[in-house]
């Protein structure tokens, strides 16, 4: 591609055009992949703090559950009850000046 025949579809910032071509022979080369190696590819395990910890748990209320998620996991796994803007905001801030 020339520099006046540009790709308007392109995602890439600033138009790196050497980066773009890299991303597209990587998408055809996983696309030339059978399935059962694309899919065993797609998926990353992470590790989860506290729920992985246990084979299962089981609560006799939602209340509980709730609660059990406040007290013993991380907030950034996203299990805590939902916050008002301004307070996810700040709790924001806090984690990224660690």
Known sequence: MNNEQKNPNSQIPNGDEAQEKEWIA???ASMRRPLAVRMKYS???TYKP???D???R???TMAEYRE???KNLPSWLGYGRASSEGESDSN???LISK
């Open 92 to 94: 924001l801030q806090s």
């Open 43 to 45: 998926f990353i395990k």
């Open 58 to 60: 089981s609560f006799n």
């Open 68 to 70: 059990w998620c406040e």
């Open 26 to 28: 990587e998408f055809e």
């Open 50 to 52: 506290v729920l992985d």
């Open 54 to 56: 246990a084979a299962y």
